[in-house]
């Protein structure tokens, strides 16, 4: 069995020894380069665009303008999968170029040079000529009358708003002795910082256009850039090679059209698109920046009599991902903490900013920021103990969400809190950081999260696979479902083991998808990949194994019920014997001059259903308050991901994780220019993402509790690891301090603004002492 | 691939001025962890380079015989922090440039390009500043020596003329013996990052340890260009090393620096910074000098 074990990853030597090949290494080297030109303001219209100067520059083949797309295909890039109810499609509002401008760097005209150096140059010779209208960036100032209108269908730019009202909240508010605990908790964009930046080319090959691509979801895109062409959909083919990193921005079209519509329109040559790092920043996706408001009315006695949210998601110019994002945080408040009276209300609003899409925990992150900064001042408004007040409010073991009928079936996180307490020695520590003075200061603190692992029942669940015996008993397994890093081939492979009865090394995972070849699948988003191939994976090995035990019956002559697979080799159950290898078997089966056999099985699992994964976050932090710097000491997740595939890389999905919620806590936002709209810290530099010595030692630990509803036992933990721990490290900063940090991140800026504000930092003042 | 429009490689410093001089637009490139950056940025695009990188001669650091201590202006960052000489008399400088960007930057950069460039935030900049270094260029018309403090003209802007290049900094003995000194770069990560402000001071004590002879103390980002707090080291000559006298040292930096408002830190933060880094840098550099702190 490999399920469960610590097993090598398949492309583990590959990638060590530099033999992996990437999109960029795949592309012939006689392609044209193609740069984008991106909009220099934030709101209005291109009224021309000089490319005489641009096309004189030697290299250069053609500057195509937002005033050559002639047939207006719009197109959403959200990857979703396509919903055949047109009510529930995603908003197309994308063109390949642009006239109407919505944002600073929006996507306006395209050179294709001979080389990277002639597009540039030819990018700096393009004038631009614009009449430019009022812009918003502020979310609420998005939604005020009067306010700078970006979609015409959208008034307010409120792309949806969505509620949930459960019992009544005014009625409840009137029991008296209630305390009113209230506050603002917001989140910035962030930027996902996959190592490999987006990129992708196409040609044509005949009349069909091939595209190959960094992404999660070739399916999808291929769907899309059918769309966005105007283009039978199986007139494109989309291969998806390995990728360096996605986190959710490849879980959108990015540009693939646009790379698409220019070989088309230079007569099917070959053309690459590599998106520099300023522009994957500032024109793909980012994290949607989430305001929240929060009141929760709590008896004395620690348990909450109402509640109230209101999240206000900045989308950004375009409606990508949309509303999903906040709606799933939403989703999750009046379950995380139940109670009997609770009122909802999130909205998605335009503003003319860096569009918002996927990203790992898809909001959840921001909601959980939200929820736990408010949970720990509850605790410390009513005088409780934190983890306390927590244990005596989180969701009770049994609970059953009456929307997606996902159920609790484990004290999940009773479990995780002690292991977390356990692994950290909380309680001895936190005694000893109560009440400290003095400049450097230590604190511990803990966050927990709600997360589920797939989208039944909003969005269709399927998994399809494929498998082919080979002449030497060796199998091929495809799958639509996308290896991105994390490490999703080993654990098919281990899987498909098990269930077919081969030695895992006889298992070869096609990692690269192409669209007409690869079984439909829908890619890799939530964090799905393991619980919904596990079904098809299950399925199609079982049907595999019975046509290779019914052809053993014509060899062996003994009936399929007596015999197994085990191991690569064909067992009579009855008294254990090793009748053939399935080698011999494969081989037999191919070249058999009487009944010659392509052993084969494919097919579809229908998934019609979800699992929760919870969890919490751990974290002690050191503060020197003068110097407005946190310094993380110690930082832990415990998981509930149900059985654990492969506990290495379980560990290392988490450790991953955690670095992302470590910057997105401490030191990651992307600023925009209130003058004019420009993101100003496009680059790896003034964008503070984490670094290695910003790191502790990583710690992950898991609770094991087998999802009843998986092939597997398995359930998510792709997104799960970051999305408690800003807000653990939060907490553990105000028990240092007693400050409450409401915007993240937690970083100097903020820092000396709310010592300030709070006291433990004077003023300075000039002159002598 | 990089928009360069001529590489030029100096095969000696004479080569090189000759070169510089035939090239009059041309830019001269060392280690190119800036000026690549810059190219590809676009803001030198299309420029012809003068390569320097191959005068071994402008590599190391020498003891000279009045005993100024000589760095070769092409000498690395991480050869600086481990050369014997620096780490016995200005070990400060090593520890500062030794915060430069990550491993591959220290190794290729140069402390001559850091200080060429012209940026107030250098990691060397402010420590070379607090040790009165001498900066030697070397031109058509001989040598010049000119003090670190009147290099700097404005941002991005020193004092380098046509036909020039910088072939070493010099520390005069005067300005090292007897010193301690302590570097604190103040950045928003530990690593890969570009100073906020960064502090370096340096302190001669008396005899018994009880005097701050001398103190000196420079700043990056306090100001358009690296400056002194010359207000503050004047107030702390002559002070006993006391809690008070620090604090009162540090709290007087506000008459000299001048930081700036921007989206990378506010002007209050700034100035917050610059009091609390004086302090602790001192503090440190009593210490480093075998001094104590009374409170």
Known sequence: MYVGKKVT????????????????????????????????????????????????????????????????????????????????????????????????????????????????????????????????????????????????????????????????YEEAIQEPGLIKVEGWYETPAVQHCHIENFICYAEMVGERIKVVTSTQIPHIVRRVVG???????????????????????????????????????????????????????????????????????????????????????????????????????????????????????????????????????????????????HTEEVAARLGMDPIEFRRKNLMPVGYVDPFSKNELYSDTFNQCIDKGIEATDYLRKYEAYQHQTGDVRRGIGMAVFWYNTAVWPISLETSSCRMVLNQDGSIQVQLGETEIGQGADTAYAQMAADVVGIPMDMVHVVSCQDTDVTPFGTGA????????????????????????????????????????????????????????????????ALYSLTHSQHITAESTAQIKSNAYSFGCTFAEVEVDIPMCKVKLLDVVNVHDAGSIINPALAEAQVHGGMSMGIGFGLSEKMLFDPKSGRVLNNNLLDYKLSTFMDHPRLRAFFVENPEPTSAF??????????????????????QATGVFVNEAPVNPHNLFRRFTEEGLIEKEAPGHV | MYDIKALYEAESVPHAIQLLLEHPEAQIIAGGSDVLV???????????????????????????????????????????????????????????????????????????????????????????????????????????????????????????????????????????????????????????????????????????????????????????????????????????????????????????????????????????????LAERALTESILLAGGVIHE
């Open chain 2, 38 to 276: 810059q190219i590809r940025e676009g803001k030198r695009a299309g420029k012809e380079l003068v390569s320097i990188y191959g005068l071994d001669e402008l590599r190391g650091v020498t003891l000279e015989e009045d005993g100024t201590l000589r760095i070769g202006s092409l000498t690395s960052f991480s050869h600086i922090t481990r050369d014997p000489l620096i780490q016995r008399y200005i070990n400060v400088l090593g520890q500062a440039v030794d915060q430069v960007g990550g491993p591959q930057i220290r190794n290729i950069g140069t402390i001559g390009g850091n200080t060429c460039n012209g940026v107030t935030s250098a990691d060397s900049a402010s420590t070379l500043f607090a040790w009165d270094a001498v900066i030697e260029l070397t031109g058509p018309d001989g040598v010049r020596r000119v003090p670190i403090e009147a290099f700097y003209i404005k941002a991005g802007q020193v004092d380098l003329r046509p036909g020039e290049l910088q072939t070493g900094i010099l520390i005069p003995k005067a300005a090292y013996e007897g010193y301690q000194g302590h570097y604190i770069k103040y950045a928003m990560r530990n690593a890969m990052d570009i100073a906020t402000t960064g502090c370096s001071v340096n302190v001669r004590l008396s005899a018994d340890r009880q005097t701050m002879e001398d103190v000196r103390i420079a700043y990056g980002v306090a100001g358009p260009i690296p400056m002194r707090a010359r207000t503050a080291e004047g107030a702390a000559k002559g002070q006993p090393t006391t809690r008070q006298a620090v604090r009162s040292f540090a709290r007087t930096v506000l008459e000299d620096v001048n930081p700036r408002d921007s989206w990378r830190a506010a002007k209050d933060f700034r100035q917050h910074l610059a009091v609390t």
């Open chain 1, 227 to 373: 769309q966005a062409l105007g283009l039978p959909w199986g007139s494109i083919q989309v291969i998806k090679p390995y990728i360096g990193g996605g986190f959710g921005n490849k879980q959108d079209v990015l540009y693939e059209p646009l790379c698409a519509w220019l070989c088309v329109q230079l007569g099917g040559h070959l053309v690459k698109l590599d998106i520099p790092r300023e522009d994957t920043f500032v024109s793909t996706r980012v994290r949607h920046a989430i305001r929240n408001h929060i009141v929760s009315w709590v008896r004395p006695d620690g348990t909450f009599a109402a509640r109230k949210l209101e999240s206000f998601s900045d989308q950004g110019a375009y409606a990508s991902h949309g509303h999903s994002i906040v709606a799933k945080g939403m989703g999750a408040f009046p379950q995380l903490y139940p109670c009997d009276n609770v009122e909802c209300d999130a909205y998605t609003v335009f503003t003319n900013k860096s569009v918002a899409g996927a990203m790992r925990g898809y909001g959840i992150p921001q909601a959980m920021w939200a929820v736990e900064c």
């Open chain 1, 713 to 734: 036992g398995t359930k998510a933990l792709g997104e799960p690891p970051t999305c408690s721990v800003a807000p653990a490290i939060r907490n553990a900063v105000y």
């Open chain 1, 9 to 168: 990853r398949v492309d583990a030597y590959d990638k060590v020894m530099g033999r992996t090949k990437y999109t960029d290494d795949l592309c012939d080297k006689g392609a044209y380069v193609a740069r984008i030109l991106h909009a220099t303001i934030a709101n209005g219209l291109v009224t021309s665009i000089d490319v005489s100067q641009a096309e004189q520059i030697p290299g250069v083949v053609k500057v195509f303008t937002c005033f050559d797309v002639k047939e207006k295909h719009y197109f959403a890039t959200a990857g979703h999968p396509w919903s055949t109810d047109e009510e529930h499609q995603d908003v197309a509002d994308r063109l390949v170029l642009t006239q109407r401008v919505r944002f600073y760097g929006d996507d306006i005209a395209a050179v294709v040079a001979e080389n990277e150096v002639a597009a540039d140059q030819a990018l700096r010779a393009i004038r631009v000529e614009y009449e430019e209208y009022p812009f918003v960036l502020d979310v609420q100032e998005a939604m005020k009358e009067g306010a700078p209108q970006l979609h015409e269908d959208y008034p307010h730019n409120i792309l949806k708003h969505t509620s949930i009202r459960k019992g009544s």
């Open chain 1, 525 to 588: 988003y939530a964090s799905r990949q393991t619980y919904t191939a596990g079904f098809s994976i299950r399925q199609t090995g079982q049907l595999l194994k019975e046509r290779i035990l019914s052809y053993a019956q014509e060899l062996t002559r003994m009936p399929p019920y007596n015999l197994d697979l085990v191991e690569g080799k064909i067992v009579r159950i009855t008294d254990g014997r090793e009748l053939m290898t399935l080698g011999e078997l494969a081989t037999q």
